[in-house]
């Protein structure tokens, strides 16, 4: 009897691991595939993020997934990929309602119609595929939330997080090797289909999902950021080779590969685009002719590097975040500018690079950046935000030499983020940069400061009259590094989802698990731990992607070393009790310690003293509060309904958020220090027994195929 209850012990731990693997798995799947095929989920922020947490938090409330739930999951799942595979050919990847608040380039269709049919449109493809996002993971939180049951809850809850941890590191694997998404699917079907009632129609339904999403796409690349597509224009009769390509990541157009060589332009003095180009990348080449040392940041596919090495640079470090991007320049640009020997290339993010480099330049260049892709599924920021903040452009200026230039091209045409950079420039050096405006990409606007700024051209048109006369814009900072944000709000298109989104959830959670009318502490407890803990996350993840890099190695590692050090906090409370109370000021001290002493702070410090630094400020919180939320979570009267509403405390942390494009992002710290401020006082006034309110039953009134909307 005991070897056979060890056995069942066994299977149900190796179960909950890959219900557990499996959940976070598709939380990433799913918030990398949709924000890349229907573009308006790539600005809406973190919902993705939150719509997974109320599925897989719910569903762990709920338990077993009921047979009405498992025999629409084909369905769900089916219409939930195969919606987002198809979405351009549904004319789904551009819907939005553009507003004066947020700027956001090539994301939204120039649909005719009025402006309450674009909103309903709008909100109600935002809304229907949430709603298919929680039905899909609410089942697989179901699943989660069976085994979790059959398990001791510390054991449970370690095999749930390494469960996790292999859904990160398996992920962020197939990133690395950049597999499209039929492999991302085909692999979750495969660990997912075991876990599933064995019936031949559901099996059919989820294969044939998956081979319809593993429809080739032609000249389409998959790197660890983008969707990546290149296309070739059309070339002169008599030119052998394709003159020009152009770029699109995730459907938006981000840059062209263009012939500026002598021979090509001689021959073709007319050939488009590539005379509308010349001038945008021969203006730093006018300003700083005797350019020995170039560095150049957002090198994309070659061109600046091309530029400069015409103008006979001697050596050029060209640095760019996607590797993807860097091996479509060496093997398409026509004139092969990084198979130069003057050239090296430095896969890394700008920040991170100017860090860590010890070389000064003649030129330093900032290339067309625009990543039309948030940082990470637990942030408000985008990739390329902390590269355009007064900080940014210090570290920048600290690397001239004497005599050196500094120059920055944007497509910002006459909007506020012109101005914006312009102000922030000013700011970094001092004195206001030169502004010319170019045209390239029909809004293309170059910066220039440093000693390039005392020339001055007559062929391109100057603008730095008119900007300095205008009205200062807000500048972008380290602290608030929204370039893409008017004001310090938040856009009226987030905030009319956020509060849908809302209203929704709390219908579906009266309909299925009843309302909090009553607070059982330790319930609530759970829930303030949740959100507190996604906000440190999130905090955290900023943070040291400021400090190593804003790169997808950076947050994978972030992600995992959080799940680790949840592990190790709650294996440490498997052997040995931590009494709550010491837990607690471990936690409030670490967090106060991180604001005295922000990661910001250790920039310039060697790179072991960093690292260690870094390591040390970020865990202590995660690990303080490992030990309170495993210490609770032991004596949990059912461990999946705990779990599940630290998960909805984390959806409302995740909403929470986006409070920082208000108070930007030493917000994160505050609010962290207010909820678990209210998990303390849940924790003081806890009651071994429950009161029936926040969860009324353990089994809910109804179930079906709930939608928050």
């Known amino acids: 009897m005991i070897k056979a209850k060890l056995s069942g012990d066994s299977w149900a731990g190796s179960k909950l691991f890959i219900a557990s693997f499996l959940a976070l798995y598709f939380e990433l799947l799913i918030i990398r595939y949709l924000s890349t095929e229907i573009r308006t989920f790539a600005y809406l922020k973190n919902v993705p993020l939150i719509a997974s947490f109320l599925g897989i938090g719910l569903g762990m409330m709920l338990g077993s997934p009921r047979k009405p739930l498992l025999r629409i999951f084909p369905f769900v799942a089916a219409a939930l990929f195969l919606v987002i595979r198809y979405a351009s050919f549904l004319q789904l990847t551009r819907v939005g309602i553009q507003s004066g608040d947020y700027l956001v380039f090539g994301s939204y269709s120039a649909m005719q119609a009025p402006a309450i049919l674009l909103v309903l449109r709008y909100l109600g493809v935002v809304i229907g595929i949430t709603g298919l996002v929680v039905t899909f993971l609410l089942v697989i939180g179901g699943i989660v939330g069976q085994y979790f049951a059959e398990m001791p809850p510390l054991r449970g809850y370690a095999i749930n997080l390494s469960g996790s941890l292999a859904g990160v590191l398996l992920f962020t694997s197939m990133a690395y090797w950049e597999l499209s998404p039929a492999w991302w699917l085909a692999v979750g079907m495969a660990f997912l289909l075991p876990l599933l009632p064995r019936r031949p129609i559901p099996i059919a339904i989820l294969v044939l999902t998956t081979l319809a999403v593993a429809v080739p796409q032609p000249s389409t690349f998959w790197s660890p950021y983008y969707r990546v597509e290149l296309q ?33 332009l001689s021959a073709n003095p007319a050939a488009e685009p590539n005379r509308s180009a010349f001038a945008a990348y021969e203006i730093p080449y006018w300003l700083a002719p ?17 530029a400069a090495l015409r103008h006979g640079a001697q050596h050029v470090d060209a640095v760019e975040i996607d590797p993807v991007i860097v091996n479509i320049g060496r093997k398409f640009h026509p004139e092969h500018p990084y198979d130069s020997p003057k050239v090296t290339v430095f896969v890394d993010d700008a920040r991170s690079f100017f860090r860590k480099t010890r070389k000064h330049y003649d030129l330093v260049i900032f290339g067309y950046l625009d990543s039309h892709t948030l940082l990470t599924g637990f942030s408000s920021l985008r990739l390329d935000n902390y590269v355009y903040t007064v900080e940014s452009f210090q570290e920048a200026r600290q690397l001239l030499k004497p005599s050196g230039t500094v120059v920055l091209a944007f497509a910002g045409g006459k909007t506020f983020l012109t101005k914006r950079l312009y102000s922030t420039l000013e700011r970094a050096f001092g004195v206001p940069p030169r502004a010319y405006a170019v045209g390239y990409d029909t809004s293309g606007v170059v910066f220039v400061e440093g ?15 008119e900007l300095q006369n205008s009205k200062r814009e807000l500048v972008a900072t380290d602290s608030w590094p929204f370039l893409y944000l008017k004001t310090r709000t938040i856009p009226v298109s987030i905030l009319i989802v956020l509060i849908t989104f809302l209203i929704g959830s709390r219908r579906l959670l009266r309909y299925t698990i009843g309302l909090p009318w ?32 804003s790169t997808w190695l950076v947050n994978a590692v972030v992600i995992s070393a959080f799940l680790s050090v949840a592990l190790l906090a709650n294996l440490l409370v498997a052997v040995r009790r931590i009494p709550p109370k010491l837990a607690y000021v471990g936690l409030f001290v670490s967090l106060f310690a991180s604001v005295l002493y922000p990661l910001a702070g250790l920039a310039g410090s060697p790179p072991l003293e960093k690292f260690l630094g870094a390591g040390i400020i970020a865990a202590l919180p995660v690990f303080f509060s490992g030990l309170i939320f495993s210490e609770s979570f032991s004596h949990a009267r059912s461990a999946s309904h705990a779990l599940g509403v630290n998960l909805l405390g984390a959806m409302v942390g995740g909403i929470l958020e986006n409070l920082v494009m208000i108070g930007g992002t030493t917000i994160l710290g505050a609010l962290a220090v207010v909820l678990y401020g209210a998990s303390a006082i849940c924790a003081r006034s806890e009651q071994r027994e429950l009161v029936p309110g926040f969860i009324r039953a353990t089994e809910p009134r109804r179930i079906s195929a709930p939608s928050p909307g």
Do not use: C
Not at 237 to 264: C, E, G, M, T
């Open 451 to 465: 000693a390039g700024r005392s020339s001055q051209l007559t062929d391109v048109p100057e603008i730095s009259e």
């Open 290 to 306: 005797q350019a020995g040392d170039v560095l150049i940041v957002g090198a994309g596919t070659g061109n600046d590097v091309a």
């Open 518 to 549: 009553g607070v059982n502490r330790q319930y609530a407890q759970m829930f303030f731990l949740g959100a507190g803990f996604l906000l440190l996350e999130t905090k955290s993840v900023t943070q040291l992607s400021l400090l190593f890099g």
């Open 232 to 264: 070739s224009s059309a070339s002169p009769p008599h030119w052998r080779f394709p003159s020009a390509y152009y770029l699109n990541v995730n459907h938006d157009y981000h840059q062209k590969i263009v012939d500026l060589s002598a021979s090509f």
